[in-house]
């Protein structure tokens, strides 16, 4: 019984500390790991501010998954894009999402 118990919490350990699915704001096109699409190339049917909030919560649900969200308004946007080119493909965000994230950080980042 002793044995039984150790298994079934080595087990539960194993599991929780598992990979989670989290949805992306709506998306579900094809990972792309590339980073040097320009915001206005990838979609000319959003608007910049529909982009932002997208951008929002796919940065909360992705970026937040892994670890604790930076404030955006500490980085301007040129600091910006170097950490989002290195976290994008982390976080496996297709182009979309990181254009979307872009176009949020942008927004919101320091003056």
Known sequence: ??????????GLTIISCARKNVPAA?????QSPAFATPVDSVS?????EKMAQLGHQTYTAKCGRCHELKKVDDFT??????ILASMSVKAKLSKEETANVLAYVTANAKK
């Open 77 to 82: 946007a040129q600091e910006w894009d170097p």
């Open 1 to 10: 019984m002793k044995y039984f118990f150790i298994f079934f919490i080595a």
């Open 44 to 48: 000319t049917t959003l608007s910049a």
């Open 26 to 30: 709506g998306k579900t096109s094809a």
